[in-house]
């Protein structure tokens, strides 16, 4: 176990495996990933744990199975694994609603200008209520854009369309048929320019990498807000500081490209909410990833499939 997981899932990987626990808050490094990958039968690892295509290279791969804690598996090279026999899980599912609720967090945060609100408020600098103080953006009504219309997609459009009475329309690679009103458009640049409000679903890594690039950040109307709870590497985040030191946009985020380092510039602005990957923090969603990622192994050392096998 490459971090220190939720006790109740350390009881319960100690009451089937000889269990090592990595007492240390950074990820595996590559290096480190090789000597696992060496060392180990199987490992329960999570975002920043290097298991890039170089941790694969090592010879003597012991490990049969790579759980991963979380929906989200860039960090693992999933073809250099199978290359490996090496099997990768995911948890899907358990996430969905507690990162929709983030979006949701986001939004109405960055719309209403709470960050700034409670930093102006501690620093006791509020000096009364006006007509005119901090005036944020209405949020009911506003025409929502999913930008990946997956489990995590189609819950924060549930949350918008039926809370807020927003109008939702989606990109999405592939044709999607969702249970949500909704309407889906056939290019990135579409959801771009015609929402008022645009959150970031889609899986990390890949074809996804630096998805939302500077032209389509360019696509967006004068105060529209951007919202990122997918991975830090969809968006090219110079660009989006760019954007954002125009004053032209609004922005809330949860997710970084490289972290926990959260570049200074963005960390100057007050037209972003900045979030420290707070999308499944809450004890019984990380309790049900543990389980889920241990159930992954269990399954693999009984000669199972696995039950979120990639």
């Known amino acids: 176990m490459t971090r220190q997981f939720p006790q109740a899932n350390i009881d319960a990987a100690r009451g089937q495996f000889d269990v090592t626990i990595r007492d240390a808050a950074d990820g595996l490094s590559v290096e480190e990933a090789s000597a696992a990958l060496r060392d180990y039968d199987a490992i329960l690892c999570t975002l920043g744990d290097d298991f890039s295509d170089a941790a694969f290279l090592t010879p003597d791969i012991r490990c049969g199975v790579i759980a991963n804690f979380g929906v989200g598996y860039n960090h693992i090279s999933v073809d250099a694994a199978r290359a ?93 048929d969702v249970d949500v009103p909704s309407r889906q458009v056939d290019d990135l640049h579409s959801v771009m320019s015609q929402a008022d409000i645009v959150v970031v679903t889609v899986p990390g890594g890949g074809a996804n990498t630096h998805l939302i690039d500077a032209d389509a950040l360019a696509q967006m109307d004068d105060g529209a807000l951007f919202v990122n709870v997918a991975r830090g590497d969809v968006v090219d985040e110079s660009a989006l500081i760019s954007e954002l030191q125009s004053g032209r946009i609004r922005a809330g985020l949860d997710v970084y490209a ?53």
């Open 84 to 176: 490996a026999g090496v099997a990768v899980s995911n948890t899907p599912d358990v996430v969905t609603d507690a990162t929709a609720d983030i979006a949701l967090t986001l939004i109405l945060m960055a719309s209403r200008r709470a960050g700034e609100g409670e930093r102006l408020t501690r620093a006791g600098a509020w000096h009364g209520w006006g007509p005119t103080h901090m005036l944020g953006t209405h949020v009911t009504g506003k025409r929502l854009g999913i930008v990946g219309m997956g489990r995590i997609g189609q819950a924060v459009a549930k949350r918008c369309h039926y809370g807020f009475d927003m109008p939702v329309i989606y990109f999405n690679r592939s044709q999607k």
């Open 258 to 310: 490289a972290e926990p380092h959260v570049p200074e510039p963005l960390r100057d602005l007050d037209n972003v909410v900045l979030l420290p990957h707070l999308g499944t923090a809450a004890l019984e969603v990380r309790e049900a990833m543990g389980q889920m990622a241990l159930d992954n192994i269990i399954a693999w050392d009984a000669g199972m499939a696995l039950p979120q096998g990639l």
